[in-house]
Structures are given as structure tokens and as C-alpha cells.
């Protein structure tokens, strides 16, 4: 009898149950083992580094890092059970097993690589790093947090990134010089070789000897100090930068007693080829540029930057000793004068042409010596011999009329609107003409005054210099009156006062002496009190000119060394 094709099982307890065992390579969706065993190691890996980088989790907060591997093997032991249980089972279409198998090997070296990297970069630093941050007493997570460490990569980053309180490195530095010495470069210079003394023996490295002059010299600039902060500029660096024409104005009112300032570089520190004598050191009235002439009959040009102040162009007068030098009022024009000579010159910047002007025919004695430019650009007026003063067109250079003083005139200069002419005689009076007559208004005598020498005036104030180093102080308003008397009297030098200039807003007014060395002061106004900490205790020789800029931000001096000392008041934001 056939069998039947199925049947119903109506005692199922009788069966002998009969357990289907299933090959794991067999299993459908069942990862390799040694596939499983990197991805477990990549996971603890990344643990561990979530650790170094957001700190070790505490027994409060979570479960440790050893207790999260064992719930993960616990897990992968499960899932391998679970998936061992399966009953249906279909075979993996080999180009499927095949593109697996790929990709799990780019990954396995990926892993392979990343696990190199960090092997080799963990490092003795990060223990110490853990101990400080956990601060902890329990020796069981200590001893876990070290075991663990060592597998964490190193901290490359953070010692190339600037840290705040630690000390900076030089950006470059050369290891030769650490092989020169000073006999050494003793031995390479042409002219007295053997005669240079204790350099020809000394066995000191030759950069440290350059430095240590320097910084005698000098002093240690602050951007050479490695361990400043770096977020807070220096105060040459806050000096320096403020020279901006578009940043206009000042903050408050100028404190008296004590005025802050900062000797910069000096303005023709390019040349120094000027003359011995600098008698003029003049800034242009738009731009940030500096005029320095002297002596040698050469006009230098410069930017003035306070940094570097490269030149710009050199003008040379031949056989012209240069005692003054102005810009014109539009800056279009230098205009030099000289003692020696009855004529002058005008160097024209635009064309880059001199021009010789000679004296006009109807003046037999005519100086070019010193002479001032009115502030409207309309009329210069030359200092003449037996009191005479010369006024001659600003535009065209030609000669306009003259006008007499009683005694020799030794100062002359333009009110600030350019309507009034004050000059200071030999026999100590002072003058006031009417530009457009030219005619005297008013005459007085300067209080305690022998012999004139400067002047200076601003919209209040007329200041006058004599040969006693005496300084008057009058106020315009009241110098209509027969016998004014100063508001003022400063006693501060006692040789014969040659420079006199206000700055441009008023509030300082610089008098100096070219017979004494650093005789040199600077009066606030409207207090009329002297800065007891200018110049200072640097020796600054011979003064023969002095001038501000535009905006009040520089102070330039020149001396009998050749120099034009550069100065930024740190008041004034503008150049």
C-alpha cells in the first residue's frame, strides 16, 4: 500500500525531538567573526577617545568604560545565539558575498591605520594630563584611566597653539651666528686692522654683543619681548598706527603738568646728509610728509610713518647753506632761503623743477634769510636789512611793496587769518600791521624786554621771546591798548629764545634755545604751566627748529648733529 503523502501527528509527545543544527558560516546575514572582533575594537577605541577629549566618567554619572565592554561582548554573544536559532536558511549569492567581503576590508585597513597612529603618538603626557584633571584619591580609576591613556593619541595641537601665560618663541633664528664671534668680524674690517683693542681679542659671540649695544643704545623695543600678551599693543604700536587723516579729532582736553609722548625714529634717519646744522624740519600741510634742510644746502623729503620714514626725494641747492625752509600753504611748493644770499629758491613738487627767484630791483638789500608765508597763500614777507620787510606775492613772486620798522626786525610772523603782521625789533618793540594797508595799527613795547628774537600767535595768544630767554605771554584782545601787559611770563630758559610755535590747536606752544644744549620746553594752554616731564633727561644738543603737524600728532626738533628728531604726543589721534 502506498504511502500517504502527509500525515497528521495526533501524539506529538512521543516524537523524539531533534535539534536541526546550522553551520554559522551558513547563517543568512551573519557578520565574520574577525570582522566583528575590529569593529569591537573600534568602538572601545572611540570610548577611549571621547574619554581623553571630554574627561573620564565617574561612577555618579554613568558606568565605566570596563563595564561597557563587557555589556558589548555580553551583546555580540546574544546576537551570535539568537542568530544561531534560525530555522530558514538561504545561501548568499556569491558577487554579494564577494562585494562584502570588499568593503570590509578597506575598513579593516582604515582601522588598521587609524589604530597605528595611534600607538604611536600615545604618550607619557597624557597620565600626567588625567591626573591633574581628575584630582581624584580612588587608586582603581586612576590605574584604569592610565591603562587607558596609553592607547589615546597625543595632543599635537596644543603646543603650536598660542596659549595665554606662556612665553613665545622667536619666528626665526639663524645658527650660524651662534658660531661668529667679535674678533672674528674685528679681523674683516679694512681700515685699522689690528687696532680695534679689546674687540680684536674678544672671543663673545658678535650677535650678543649687538645686542647688548642696542638695547644700551636704545632699549629692548617691546615687540622683541617674547612673554608680552599678545592681545595688548605696545604703546610705540598705539603711537605709530594713529597717523590716519580721516580719523579727525581729539579726545578731551590736553591735561596739563604731564604730557605723554614718544621718541620715534628719527624723521632723516634714511640720509643725515642735510647738513650738521638742521635749520628747518617742516610736515606738509595734507599729507604725511616731512620736510628736514639744513646747512649743506640739501632739502630732504620723507614719509613720515614713525616706523620707518623712507625718503622720498633729496633737493640739492648748490652753494645755498639753507637757514630756512617752508612748504607752501597748498604743499604744491618747497620755498628756501639763505643768509648768504639776496635771492631764493621755490621747488616746485608737482613739475619737479627749481626755480631761482632773484631779488626784485627796486630793493638793493634784500635777505632771504627768514622770511613767513601768510595762512591765506597770498603773501610771503621777507625779513630785511635796517628794519625793512619785504612782501612779496605768494602766487607769482613778484615783489609788492616793503615796509619800515624803527629799529632791525628780528621776527616776523601772520596772524592766524592772515589780516595782521606782527613783527620784534632789535629794540624790543613789537610791530602790528595791516596786511591790506600796510599801514601800523598799533606799537608797544614787550614787557622787560632788551632785544626781540621770536614770535608766535594763535587764535588768543601772542607769544614773544627775547634775547633774556624771557617769554611773554599777551592776550590778543588786549593788545589794542597802548601798554599791554602779559597775562603770562615764563622764565624757564635763560638764553636767548630763537624758536617760538604754537601747535596747531592751540593748546601747547613749544620755545626752545639754539645757544644751549636741550633747551627746550613745552607750555599747555590755557593754563599757561609748563610740562615738567619734556624733554626729559636724553641729551637732545643744539635746538635749531621746531614744528608740529597738521593734526598736532607729531612734534619734530632739529639740532646741530644733523638730526630731525621725530616725537608722537600721544594726545592728538591724528597725524
Not at 125 to 145: H, Q
Not at 187 to 210: I, M, P, Q, R, T
Request: aromatic content about 8%; overall charge negative.
Amino acid at each position: 500500500m502506498d504511502q500517504p503523502l502527509f500525515f497528521i501527528d495526533t501524539n506529538p509527545d512521543d516524537e523524539i525531538k531533534e535539534t536541526i543544527v546550522v553551520a554559522p558560516e551558513n547563517v543568512l546575514g551573519k557578520e565574520d567573526p574577525a570582522i566583528a572582533e575590529k569593529r569591537r575594537k573600534k568602538k572601545e577605541m572611540e570610548r577611549n577617545l571621547s574619554k581623553f577629549l571630554f574627561g573620564a566618567i565617574s561612577a555618579d554619572e554613568g558606568v565605566d568604560v570596563g563595564k561597557d565592554k563587557e555589556a558589548s561582548e555580553e551583546s555580540d554573544s546574544d546576537d551570535s545565539e539568537g542568530t544561531s536559532s534560525d530555522e530558514s536558511v538561504e545561501d548568499l549569492d556569491d558577487v554579494d558575498i564577494d562585494n562584502e567581503v570588499g568593503d570590509e576590508d578597506k575598513e579593516d585597513v582604515e582601522i588598521e591605520e587609524f589604530e597605528a597612529q595611534v600607538d604611536s603618538e600615545a604618550g607619557s603626557e597624557v597620565n600626567e594630563d588625567k591626573e591633574d584633571i581628575d584630582g581624584t584619591d580612588n587608586t582603581d580609576s586612576e590605574s584604569d584611566t592610565e591603562n587607558d591613556a596609553e592607547k589615546l593619541p597625543e595632543d599635537i595641537y596644543g603646543n603650536n597653539l598660542y596659549l595665554r601665560g606662556k612665553k613665545r618663541k622667536a619666528a626665526w633664528k639663524d645658527d650660524a651666528d651662534e658660531k661668529v664671534l667679535v674678533k672674528d668680524v674685528a679681523a674683516n674690517f679694512k681700515k685699522g686692522l689690528g687696532k680695534h683693542g679689546s674687540k680684536d681679542e674678544s672671543s663673545e659671540k658678535y650677535g650678543k654683543a649687538v645686542e647688548r649695544k642696542f638695547i644700551s643704545l636704545v632699549g629692548e623695543p617691546s615687540w622683541a619681548k617674547l612673554d608680552q600678551d599678545a592681545e595688548q599693543d605696545s604703546d610705540e604700536e598705539f603711537f605709530r598706527e594713529t597717523t590716519d587723516l580721516l580719523d579727525k579729532g581729539r579726545v578731551g582736553d590736553l591735561k596739563r603738568e604731564i604730557i605723554e609722548f614718544r621718541k620715534l625714529k628719527d624723521m632723516n634717519n634714511e640720509t643725515y646728509n642735510e647738513g650738521t646744522v638742521i635749520r628747518s624740519t617742516e610736515f606738509h600741510p595734507t599729507s604725511t610728509v616731512g620736510l628736514v634742510a639744513g646747512l649743506s644746502g640739501t632739502a630732504s623729503i620723507f614719509q613720515v610713518d614713525g616706523k620707518f620714514n623712507p625718503k622720498i626725494q633729496t633737493i640739492n641747492f648748490k652753494d645755498f647753506p639753507i637757514k630756512t625752509a617752508k612748504f607752501s600753504v597748498d604743499g604744491n611748493e618747497v620755498i628756501a632761503g639763505s643768509q648768504f644770499h639776496t635771492y631764493f629758491y621755490v621747488y616746485d613738487m608737482i613739475a619737479g623743477k627749481v626755480i631761482k627767484i632773484k631779488s626784485p630791483r627796486q630793493i638793493e638789500e634784500f635777505s632771504s634769510q627768514r622770511f613767513d608765508i601768510s595762512p591765506d597763500g597770498k603773501i610771503i614777507a621777507f625779513k630785511g636789512r635796517f628794519g625793512s620787510i619785504h612782501l612779496v606775492s605768494a602766487r607769482t613772486k613778484e615783489y609788492i611793496r616793503s615796509i619800515k620798522m624803527n629799529d632791525e626786525c628780528q621776527a616776523l610772523k601772520f596772524s592766524k587769518s592772515g589780516a595782521q603782521l606782527y613783527t620784534h625789533g632789535e629794540g624790543g618793540e613789537v610791530y602790528v600791521w595791516d596786511t591790506r594797508s600796510s599801514l601800523c595799527v598799533n606799537k608797544f613795547v614787550d614787557d622787560g624786554c632788551i632785544a626781540g628774537s621770536a614770535l608766535a600767535v594763535n587764535s588768543s595768544y601772542l607769544a614773544t621771546g627775547s634775547s633774556e630767554g624771557v617769554v611773554n605771554i599777551y592776550n590778543l584782545a588786549k593788545i589794542d591798548k597802548p601798554n599791554p601787559s602779559p597775562d603770562k611770563v615764563i622764565l624757564n630758559l635763560t638764553t636767548q629764545i630763537n624758536q617760538l610755535r604754537f601747535n596747531p590747536t592751540g593748546e601747547i606752544l613749544a620755545l626752545s634755545s639754539e645757544l644751549k644744549d636741550t633747551a627746550i620746553k613745552l607750555v599747555h594752554f590755557p593754563s599757561k604751566t609748563v610740562f615738567s616731564n619734556f624733554p626729559g633727561t636724553l641729551n637732545l644738543n643744539k635746538i635749531n627748529s621746531v614744528d608740529f603737524s597738521p593734526g598736532g600728532g607729531y612734534l619734530s626738533l632739529g639740532n646741530n648733529k644733523g638730526a630731525a628728531l621725530l616725537y608722537r604726543l600721544k594726545h592728538y589721534k591724528d597725524y
